[in-house]
């Protein structure tokens, strides 16, 4: 039961108001009691965001955001006008534009020669909805479902090709990849794993740093959301332990702590979701997106792994201590983070039974990512094995699923994707693309590695207009592999390359991915400093990820 600050409270009623009180329970009601009579409300969403009540004897406002909750209760003899509310709809700037960029593509630039008129017509659209995503002028799944809807009322495509790839393997794996999460999230076993790092890594600031990113590379292994992870454990824990430091958000007190865990914990989520193919949702569209394009990896969780393995664990170790130079703590030394994490420990109690069916449920389903191909188990089905051991046993419920709306939401918008930049291939629309890009890097007598870098690093740097590295993938991904391979890469190197690259951008900006959103929602950290230290950090990625990279890929054959 959540209750309400009252702000004000006036009655004309004509007996003496002797008691009210106004609460709103978890399922999702709105009660107000004045004594005698008793008013219910239901809302559509968890988070109040206006109500108005009018009556001879009563007017009732209450208004609250997704921060605070602090109503106003004011009497009228007469109705009072009721609370504003948010505009309704599309935004219609963001809109205009988009459709605008559809309807340029589509009628004003010529098609050319050796595309189709269907795969010209449906650019348009692919466009039209990659424009949306990016400028919003609604919440991503609905604006994908707008374009898939415009797709088929213009019979570019069919209905039964439009929704195709709402049947594909890896759209499920995703979404139940969220349920899993919220599975570690619901058990406590997330929390309890990274309190056990902080007590056996925590002496020191820079060590608690890296018993935190130590712990976040583990948690990739068996909680596969980068969100999950740094929503459900890693951000909970960091401010627990910078505000018993006495470092508070939006405070001169940030630096002391908070700052430098959250920025060090943020650079490093970005590796630790390109060390392992199932660590991040995005790694499993780029491994369909490059299938859809012709590069096929035999084994792709070994393969992945092998590939990433030494650049990925080079930047975890040189990550903190390059954060600990560049955006120091004031404070050096926390003798108490183990104290505190070890009285934790003992207020959690013993591991529950829910903990050790989530991470045998887990583990299990991690040993058949890994070696399912070989007895015929495909990742996704795997997948289905787990979530369904723990529905049965009782560890999460359908409604823990059917409520966790950022996995339907992503199911719905990474299928429209998908669909769309699959028969983008299939219509020659990339194809020609690929060979516009690599004609002109032909003419300026590019090498394949000079080609390589200029495309990784466009690919990079282009992600400052994207605010989700699906998203990001998705728009991008199959072009500029394509271009790579045009341009002589190694389709394997150029396919795993763009993946880890796409993971690393997360940490460009506030705005980049979920988790720099969410760590820059806890107020540690100034926007110019979000800033500063993703494009600096992002240089030096780059940097270890192409020195180290370069001669361990050189080992492995794949160029």
Known sequence: ?????????????????????????????????????????????????????????????????????????????????????????????????????????????????????????????????????VLGPLPVGAWAFIGLTASIVTRTLSFSTAFAAFTNELIWLIAISFFFARGFVK????????????KWLGRSTLGLSYGLVLCETFMGLIMPSTMARAGGVFLPVIKSLSLSAGSKPGDSSSRRLGAFLIQTQLQCAGTSGALLLTSAAQNLLCLKLAREVGVVLSNPWVSWFKAASVPAFASLLCTPLLIYKLYPPELKHTPEAPAAAAKKLERLGPITKNE???????????????????????????????????????????????????????????????????????????????DCVAKLLQTLSLTWPASFVILQASYLLLHYVFASQTAHAGALYPAFLAMQIAAGVPGVLAALCLAFNNNLSGALAHYSS??????????????????????????????????????????????
């Open 356 to 434: 050790w069916i989530m991470l045998g449920a887990m583990a299990f389903t991690v040993s058949l990512w890994v070696f399912g191909e070989a007895i015929g188990v495909s990742s996704v089905v795997s997948a289905m094995i787990g979530l369904s051991t723990l529905l049965v046993l009782g560890v999460i419920n359908w409604n823990d699923c059917l409520s966790d709306k950022s996995a339907w939401d992503s199911l719905t918008w990474f299928a429209v994707l998908i669909g769309m930049a699959g028969q983008l291939t299939n219509l020659g629309v990339v194809a020609w693309m690929s």
């Open 187 to 198: 058990t406590g076993l997330g929390d309890r794993i990274a309190t056990y790092f902080v």
């Open 1 to 133: 039961m959540e209750s309400f600050a009252l702000r004000s409270l006036s009655t004309t009623a004509s007996s003496p108001l002797s008691y009210l009180s106004l609460r709103r329970s978890s399922s999702r009601s709105l009660s107000l009691s004045l004594t005698h009579p008793s008013i219910s409300l239901y809302t559509s969403s968890p988070t109040l965001r206006s109500l108005s009540i009018s009556s001879p004897r009563l007017t009732l406002r209450a208004t609250a955001s997704s921060t605070s909750s602090s109503p106003e209760i004011q009497s009228n003899p007469q109705s009072s006008s009721s609370s504003s509310s948010p505009p309704q709809g599309a935004k219609l700037i963001p809109l205009a534009i988009s459709i605008s960029i559809g309807l340029i593509v589509r009628f004003l630039i010529p098609r050319p020669e050796q595309v189709t008129s269907q795969g010209w017509q449906l650019l348009s659209v692919f466009l039209f909805t990659i424009s949306g995503l």
């Open 514 to 559: 979920g988790p720099a959103a969410l760590y820059y929602g806890a107020g540690y950290v100034d926007l110019k400093d979000m800033f500063r230290l993703g494009f600096v950090m992002a240089l030096l990625q780059a940097v270890i990820w192409g020195s180290v990279g370069s001669l361990w890929w050189k080992f492995l054959g794949l160029y």
